[in-house]
């Protein structure tokens, strides 16, 4: 890892950095958040989709501990201070590159696989609780809906259920999506580095001196990321493709998947 100089910036060269794993985990986990979240009354499709992230979150858990180099956990690791000088620096200075998720990036990757996995248990808990229903069958008591726990603050005490939990976790889980997507075209401006097309293709950029290259394949760089780049520049290519991705293919697969839902056996 090293600093970018604007003045002498180094040469970048093209490597393999996300496996298929990541790739194909991360584009079901954006097409069900997506289903679960704007179609959230429609049950059980909530629940399948909601199944699905567990599934891929619990297994990126496994994959950050036996996946490729660029996958595992400790690959994108920092102390808060350098996220902090991360931070600061992607603002006003020449923050460090790196080839697996930046600092921030990485803490992000944390924050949505909590989030996630402690969404879920809420809302299996909640469908337990609510309808005796998913795989915890009736073992929730029904009163813990809407009366879980006590809170005393600012000498008033708050009731809240399992609904009440649920609901705010997962607009917390929503609110995460969306500074991670920002994030992500953040970092995309500052480094001139395509992420989202490194999430499609596998493929991302690095400079030519990283001591971390040699653990990683290179590659030709992907012909529509330097169409994009040439065309519209990194930023407003990254917006258009992800604009793209969201109207022409997941849009439609929700519907799809919405209008499917009568059909489908509740669990
Ligand atoms: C993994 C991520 C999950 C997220 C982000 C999420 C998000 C949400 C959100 C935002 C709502 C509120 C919808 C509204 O206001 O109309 C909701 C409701 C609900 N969710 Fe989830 N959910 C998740 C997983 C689950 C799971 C695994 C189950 C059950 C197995 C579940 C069961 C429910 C139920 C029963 C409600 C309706 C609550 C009510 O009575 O209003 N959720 N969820
Ligand atoms: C259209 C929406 C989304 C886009 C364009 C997007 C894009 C990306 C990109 C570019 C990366 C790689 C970042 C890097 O190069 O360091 C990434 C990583 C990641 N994203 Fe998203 N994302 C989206 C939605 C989501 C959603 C909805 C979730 C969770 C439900 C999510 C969870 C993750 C996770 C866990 C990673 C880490 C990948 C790994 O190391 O396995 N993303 N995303």
Not at 237 to 246: P, S, Y
Request: aromatic fraction near 14%.
């Amino acid at each position: 890892m090293s600093n970018e100089d604007t003045n002498n910036p180094p040469k970048r060269v093209f490597i393999k950095v996300w496996d298929p794993v990541v790739r194909i985990g991360h584009w079901m986990m954006v097409f069900a958040f997506f289903s679960l979240y704007f179609k959230s009354s429609k049950f059980p499709l909530h629940v399948y989709a909601a199944y699905i992230i567990m599934v891929v979150m619990s297994f990126r858990i496994i994959w950050g501990f036996i996946g490729p180099r660029a996958a595992r956990f400790w690959t994108f690791v920092y102390s808060p201070k350098t996220m902090i000088k991360y931070g600061i620096d992607s603002v006003v200075g020449h923050p460090m590159h790196t080839i697996s998720h930046n600092p921030l990036g990485g803490a992000m990757v944390f924050a949505l696989i909590i989030t996630m996995l402690v969404t879920g248990t809420l809302g299996l808990m909640l469908y337990s609780s609510g309808q005796e229903m998913g795989p915890l069958g009736d073992m929730v008591p029904s009163e813990w809906e809407d009366e879980f726990t006590t809170l005393a603050l600012f000498g008033h005490s708050f009731t809240l259920g399992l609904k009440d939990m649920h609901i705010f976790c997962g607009n917390v889980a929503a609110s995460l999506v969306t500074c991670h997507l920002l994030g992500n075209f953040w970092a995309t401006a500052v480094h001139k580095s395509n992420h989202v097309v490194g999430m499609i293709t596998g493929i991302k950029d690095a400079n030519a001196d990283d001591p971390e290259l040699k653990y990683y394949k290179e590659s030709a760089a992907p012909r529509f990321a330097r169409n994009l780049n040439d065309s519209v520049g990194p930023v407003l290519g990254e917006i258009i493709l992800v604009a793209g991705i969201l109207i022409c293919i997941i849009w439609p697969l929700a519907e799809l998947f919405a209008w499917a839902n009568k059909f489908i056996p509740s669990f």
